[in-house]
Structure formats: C-alpha cells, structure tokens
C-alpha cells in the first residue's frame, strides 16, 4: 500500500509503517493496517477502525467471535527495579524491551493458530489484543493459555488475560447504519477490560501469584453455546459472574454451561472479600448458577472456581445387582448422575420396602433404556 497517500494530519503516518504480512499473517482481518513498532502488532488506532465491522460480519453470519485482552503483572515495578539495579539498563528501555519479546513471542504463537479470521493487536501501553473467528469457546480458552505460559518463558513477569466468546444472540437490536458496530465492538472491549482488570485487583489483595485467564460473558442475550465447561477435578477457573434473580432467588451467573442433572456440581468458590467456600452450580436454562444467599449490587463478582474430585461411586448393592441380572438390564445404560441419585435414594431407604420399591424403580429405569 502507498504510504505517500497518508496526510499530515495522520499522527501515525510519518512513524507507523504499515503492516507487513510476512512478520505475521494477519487472517483476513485489519489488513492494510499499521503496525506498532515496538510490538510488531497491529497498531490499535487502526485495529479499532477495522475491527468492528469483522466482529459484525461474522456474527451476522452466523459465527462466533472471540476477544481476549493480555496485560503484563508488575511492569512498572519491573522498571522501577531495572532502574535502580541495573546500570546498562534505565527504566523505561527495561520495559520497552519486555514489550518487544511479548511482540515477538505473541507473532509466533499467531502463525501456529488455525483461525481462519482473526489478528492480534496493541492495547494500551502494555497490553495486547486478540480477535478470532472460533469454533469451540475452550478451544479458545486453551490458545490464550498456550499462549500465557510461552509468554511466561520469555519475559521476566506474567501477563494476565481476560477472555470473553460472543455469539449471533449477543447482536443488538436495531442495527440500522454502521455506528452499531463500533458502539458493539467498545462494549465487548470494556467488558473484556473490566475483568482483566476486576481479577489482577482480586490477585493482587490476595497475594496470589500472576498470569490469571479470566473469563466473562458478553453484554446482552446468553447464548448457551458460547460458554466456556465448569473446571473439571483440581482445575482453577477465574471468572466474572453476573448477579441474576430468576425466580426471585439470587444467584450468580457463571460464563459456563450448566452442569447435567438435579444435583448440580459442587464447587470450591473463592470470593474477593469472603474467602472460600463449597457451593453448588445449578443449571438455569443453560447456564451454569451458584445460588447465594445474599443479593449482590456488584456488576460482576471475580471468583475463582476450582473442581472438585468426587469421591468414588459407590458400587451396586448385592440386591439391586441381583434385581437388575433377573430383568436382563444393563445398569451402565443410564447417564452417571442418574445411577447415583439413585444410589443415594436406595442406599438412604427408611426402611426395607422403601427400599424395595425404590430398586424396582432403578430397574424399570435401566430395563427400559437397555438394548432390546
């Protein structure tokens, strides 16, 4: 592109050179864009021109969208220190140059991603972009923590991320003319920024260390398929829940899907200001819910979710073993939850009828989805 139609009242025309495609493909997106000279990135000014109507085409279409925004834990205390201890380095250099490395190692990790569609960007001084057309929202999730740990192996402190995955259902209504699309494209931004900046204050009181992912949900309308799974047995999930009243009962929203069958999951929660406790995650119409007893007048509450390993499934009572053989039915037919509500009901029988009854009643259960 000819840099010489580029006037003077452009800031960014006499230092930014434009993007070089072959320093790191761009996806489709923001091409013909400038890049940061420090980072080699797309430079914001013109990754905010030209993002918006890529987020709106897509979702128009049909796709899903994916926004995350990186920022360095301790910079400027990673500056203040290389200005007093180191004496080939002042203080700013020391952080221009962890800025080049985050560039550098962001550009390599882009070119090993499969999008299709997307770009990766400045974001303030010392922050970076992603924007990805996605498929899957853990799939996503997992690209931003590859990308966090080759990070962590490159630069003298981590870089924390926030994430968030829009779908069709989270468009606005009345969508006539363009202006729609920038106003769209801020809000998933702030959004995204809010958190990030939500959980380094949370880490940051609780004296925990750097390189957090958190997740949020995008404004407007839940699209159950944007969500991102509850964490799994000892896995750590930070995310920013959304105070609800369905049914008059409040609870907090979690960016997850909702966990399968009428026991929910149990969950260790961790609260910016209360500490942590067990709770259960219900499902709400999809969606993953911690009830609480209290209403919150947070916007969103940071929390750190973390698995729990169950304790081991009970094995099948001698009676209902000998029930099940007699009707010919196969008691792995049934989905988990179910054998072990009902594991629990017979094993917690009043007394030796309620019991029967209730194996009878797994049986019919069993026999009933059991191949013919």
């Known amino acids: 592109m000819d840099q010489s139609a580029n006037t003077t009242k452009d800031v960014l025309a006499t230092s930014v050179p434009y993007f070089d495609p072959s320093g790191m493909p761009l996806r489709q997106w923001c091409t013909g864009s400038r890049e940061d000279p420090l980072t080699g990135l797309v430079a914001f000014p013109d990754f905010h021109t030209s993002i918006p109507r890529a987020l709106a085409g897509e979702l128009e279409a049909g796709g899903m969208v994916a926004l995350a925004i990186g920022d360095v834990d301790g910079l400027k205390e990673h500056v203040e220190q290389a200005n007093a201890t180191d004496a080939a380095s002042f203080g700013h250099l020391a952080g221009n140059q962890v800025m080049a490395r985050l560039g550098a190692a962001t550009r390599d990790w882009f070119r090993d991603q499969p999008w299709q569609a997307a770009c990766t960007a400045t974001f303030g001084g010392d922050e970076v972009i992603i924007a990805a057309a996605v498929d899957a929202p853990a799939a996503f999730q997992q690209a931003v923590t590859d990308l966090r740990d080759r990070l962590a192996d490159v630069l003298p402190t981590r870089v924390s991320f926030a994430l968030a995955v829009a779908g069709p259902a989270h468009l606005p209504d009345g969508r006539e003319g363009n202006a729609w699309k920038h106003t769209f494209t801020d809000h998933l931004l702030a959004t995204v920024d809010r958190c990030l900046f939500a959980h380094k204050a949370a880490r940051r009181t609780a004296g925990t260390a750097g390189g957090v992912i958190a997740?949020?949900?995008?404004?407007?309308?839940?699209?159950?398929?944007?969500?991102?799974?509850?964490?799994?047995?000892?896995?750590?999930?930070?995310?920013?829940?959304?105070?609800?009243?369905?049914?008059?009962?409040?609870?907090?929203l979690l960016p997850c899907q909702g966990p399968a069958g009428l026991r929910g999951r149990r969950l260790r929660v961790t609260f910016p200001q209360s500490g942590t406790r067990t709770l259960v995650a219900v499902s709400a119409a999809g969606q993953a819910a911690l009830l609480v007893e209290h209403p919150t007048d947070q916007a969103g509450v940071p929390l750190v979710l973390r698995g729990i390993r169950e304790a081991a499934r009970h094995s099948v009572p001698d009676d209902l073993a000998a029930a099940l053989a007699r009707a010919g039915a196969d008691w792995a037919v049934l989905p988990d939850h179910e054998r072990a509500q009902m594991l629990h009901l017979i094993t917690e029988s009043a007394d030796s009828q309620v019991r029967a009854d209730r194996i009878a009643g797994a049986v019919v259960a069993a026999r009933t989805r059991s191949p013919k």
């Open 215 to 252: 997740v949020t949900e995008p404004p407007g309308h839940t699209s159950p398929g944007t969500l991102q799974p509850l964490p799994g047995p000892d896995r750590v999930l930070h995310v920013t829940a959304r105070p609800s009243h369905p049914g008059g009962r409040p609870v907090l």
